[in-house]
């Protein structure tokens, strides 16, 4: 058993997968094995995450998830009996179960249980200092009515510890969306009390984006002593911490400004254009390409009909700053990294076609991406770049991806990995589906979900920083880095992990991109 930290990459697998796993498992060993490991996995995380506990709630579904937590209340009230400890288990199906309902491993676990002296009640406790949810694992798809829903409610809700058996109970293993407790109330993940999840045999996609963090809480893995063949491969990927870590590297001392390529950002419409001034959001990204460790970077805002131009960054005085037209004819355009859109308002139209066509590493974010939404001669510019073998990126967050892909944002948060592999197949670029979970793909690649970054980063202008720091990444890498997935990864990587190092005051974009450090 281990602690899932995000520091290490790991394959994650799909419902399909896993339950081929399993299954091969179960016929080559002898009969209720891995029930048996799981229940006691379950009852030893359990006594460790609360040890002091004088009563726990142990919640059991109908299926065997079910019968994991019976064979866990078995344990835990066996260690307990001379200390006192109070196990307090309720059944789904009601305390008078019968075996005969449930499926033959949950049936024998369910004998077990009350050979052992555990009483099944029909209420939970009125207090507890840690609850086992096994009500619902993989493969439940129904909203969630009566008894069911009463207390996976309860499970949402409770200010104390819940340690969550494979899956948090409604939780989707596939996409990370929360089941309807009823015929019309959303899945909820608001929560007071510590969440775990003890993931078993895989971990699954769904633990680490839409919902998932939330209900999942901090996630371990047993893997039962069964490892996945070769022949089995992952449906996805958490992308681990980026080697060498985040604390920044040497560089060698024969370097200049011209070893680390150069970063033009294209964007920050004026406000004299229609009385919208976004320029904030382009000196954003281009500050934090700077301080990501591009050797040069230049700012192209997008002013037409100012009557004042912005000529530098008092607070950043080292970025380069030239009207649009000087920069799109800079001879060294094609061989720099170009990010494109950040607060580009309508103005980021008229310069799309020229760098679609030009620049051969380009980001695309934000009003980039609205622009292409509309138009399809765009389109069809941006497929064309993967036959040159050019790199191109796009940022998108869930309402842009749905405009995009040309359906909801519901459709979208449905299954995130799906929308994002979509838009890397179809736009035959690397795509970056930002939220609680980034998914990060590309065209005929695994999709990877980023493990880093928190609710601090909701805020304005996170995004434009991010836009920068992969420009920052591809960097002097060449048009066809091989490499370019993975330090695109690595950005999205750091970004988060500055959210959750930080301290004190509420996250301000500014301040993000003063943090960001070279990514190597």
């Given at each position: 058993m281990r602690t899932i930290t995000g520091h290490q990459r790991d394959p994650l697998y799909s419902t399909a997968r896993t339950r081929e796993l399993e299954c091969t498992a179960q016929a080559a060993l002898p009969a209720h094995t891995l029930m048996a490991r799981a229940g006691l996995a379950v009852a030893r995380l359990a006594q460790a995450l609360a040890p002091h506990a004088r009563c726990i709630?142990?919640?059991?579904?109908?299926?065997?998830?079910?019968?994991?937590?019976?064979?866990?209340?078995?344990?835990?009230?066996?260690?307990?009996?001379?200390?006192?400890?109070?196990?307090?288990?309720?059944?789904?199906?009601?305390?008078?179960?019968?075996?005969?309902?449930?499926?033959?491993?949950?049936?024998?676990?369910?004998?077990?249980?009350?050979?052992?002296?555990?009483?099944?009640?029909?209420?939970?406790?009125?207090?507890?200092?840690?609850?086992?949810?096994?009500?619902?694992?993989?493969?439940?798809?129904?909203?969630?009515?009566?008894?069911l829903a009463t207390w996976v409610r309860m499970l949402r809700s409770t200010s104390s510890p819940v340690l969550c058996v494979d899956l948090p109970s409604g939780l989707q293993a596939d996409t990370g969306a929360l089941l309807a407790l009823d015929e019309t109330a959303a899945g909820s993940t608001s929560h007071h009390g510590p969440r775990h999840t003890l993931s078993l045999l895989t971990l699954k996609p769904g633990l680490f984006t839409h919902q998932g963090r939330d209900a999942a809480g901090q996630v371990w893995l047993d893997d039962l002593g069964i490892t996945p063949p070769d022949g089995l491969p992952a449906t996805a990927w958490l992308a681990g911490r980026p080697a060498p870590a985040q604390s920044g590297t040497r560089r060698p001392h024969a370097s200049h400004k011209g070893s680390f390529g150069d970063v033009a950002v294209v964007g920050g419409q004026g406000i004299a254009v229609n009385g919208a001034g976004m320029t904030g959001a382009a000196v954003l990204a281009a500050r934090a390409a700077l301080h990501a460790g591009a050797g040069r970077v230049f700012v192209g805002l997008l002013e037409t009909g100012s009557t004042t131009e912005t000529a530098w960054d008092p607070a950043c005085p080292e970025l380069m700053f030239r009207r649009p037209a000087a920069l799109l004819d800079a001879a060294w355009l094609p061989q720099?990294?170009?990010?494109?859109?950040?607060?580009?308002?309508?103005?980021?139209?008229?310069?799309?076609?020229?760098?679609?066509?030009?620049?051969?590493?380009?980001?695309?974010?934000?009003?980039?991406?609205?622009?292409?939404?509309?138009?399809?001669?765009?389109?069809?510019?941006?497929?064309?770049?993967?036959?040159?073998?050019?790199?191109?990126?796009?940022?998108?967050?869930?309402?842009?991806?749905?405009?995009?892909?040309?359906?909801?944002?519901?459709?979208?948060?449905?299954?995130?990995?799906?929308?994002?592999?979509?838009?890397?197949?179809?736009?035959?670029?690397?795509?970056?589906?930002?939220?609680?979970?980034?998914v990060v793909t590309a065209q005929h690649e695994v999709a990877r979900i980023n493990p880093t970054g928190n609710a601090a980063l909701s805020t304005a202008g996170t995004g434009d920083v991010l836009a920068g720091m992969i420009g920052a990444a591809l960097a002097g890498q060449g048009a066809s880095a091989p490499n370019a997935l993975d330090r695109v990864c690595s950005a999205v990587f750091q970004h988060g992990w500055l959210a959750d190092q930080w301290e004190g005051n509420s996250l301000v974009a500014s301040d993000l991109a003063r943090r960001v450090m070279p990514i190597n």
């Amino acid at each position: 058993m281990r602690t899932i930290t995000g520091h290490q990459r790991d394959p994650l697998y799909s419902t399909a997968r896993t339950r081929e796993l399993e299954c091969t498992a179960q016929a080559a060993l002898p009969a209720h094995t891995l029930m048996a490991r799981a229940g006691l996995a379950v009852a030893r995380l359990a006594q460790a995450l609360a040890p002091h506990a004088r009563c726990i709630w142990v919640a059991c579904g109908p299926g065997n998830n079910g019968g994991d937590g019976l064979v866990a209340a078995m344990h835990l009230h066996h260690w307990g009996e001379r200390s006192g400890v109070r196990v307090v288990v309720t059944h789904a199906l009601g305390a008078q179960v019968d075996a005969v309902q449930l499926p033959l491993d949950a049936a024998r676990a369910l004998s077990q249980a009350r050979s052992a002296g555990v009483i099944i009640q029909p209420d939970p406790p009125a207090s507890y200092e840690l609850a086992i949810d096994a009500l619902l694992g993989l493969g439940a798809t129904r909203p969630m009515q009566g008894t069911l829903a009463t207390w996976v409610r309860m499970l949402r809700s409770t200010s104390s510890p819940v340690l969550c058996v494979d899956l948090p109970s409604g939780l989707q293993a596939d996409t990370g969306a929360l089941l309807a407790l009823d015929e019309t109330a959303a899945g909820s993940t608001s929560h007071h009390g510590p969440r775990h999840t003890l993931s078993l045999l895989t971990l699954k996609p769904g633990l680490f984006t839409h919902q998932g963090r939330d209900a999942a809480g901090q996630v371990w893995l047993d893997d039962l002593g069964i490892t996945p063949p070769d022949g089995l491969p992952a449906t996805a990927w958490l992308a681990g911490r980026p080697a060498p870590a985040q604390s920044g590297t040497r560089r060698p001392h024969a370097s200049h400004k011209g070893s680390f390529g150069d970063v033009a950002v294209v964007g920050g419409q004026g406000i004299a254009v229609n009385g919208a001034g976004m320029t904030g959001a382009a000196v954003l990204a281009a500050r934090a390409a700077l301080h990501a460790g591009a050797g040069r970077v230049f700012v192209g805002l997008l002013e037409t009909g100012s009557t004042t131009e912005t000529a530098w960054d008092p607070a950043c005085p080292e970025l380069m700053f030239r009207r649009p037209a000087a920069l799109l004819d800079a001879a060294w355009l094609p061989q720099a990294s170009v990010v494109c859109g950040c607060g580009g308002g309508a103005a980021v139209a008229a310069v799309l076609p020229r760098l679609l066509s030009s620049a051969t590493t380009l980001v695309l974010d934000a009003d980039a991406l609205n622009a292409l939404t509309a138009d399809e001669a765009l389109q069809r510019l941006l497929t064309h770049r993967r036959g040159r073998g050019w790199v191109t990126v796009l940022t998108p967050h869930p309402l842009e991806a749905a405009r995009l892909l040309g359906c909801s944002t519901a459709e979208v948060m449905a299954d995130r990995l799906l929308a994002a592999q979509n838009m890397a197949e179809r736009f035959q670029a690397i795509c970056v589906l930002k939220g609680s979970g980034t998914v990060v793909t590309a065209q005929h690649e695994v999709a990877r979900i980023n493990p880093t970054g928190n609710a601090a980063l909701s805020t304005a202008g996170t995004g434009d920083v991010l836009a920068g720091m992969i420009g920052a990444a591809l960097a002097g890498q060449g048009a066809s880095a091989p490499n370019a997935l993975d330090r695109v990864c690595s950005a999205v990587f750091q970004h988060g992990w500055l959210a959750d190092q930080w301290e004190g005051n509420s996250l301000v974009a500014s301040d993000l991109a003063r943090r960001v450090m070279p990514i190597n």
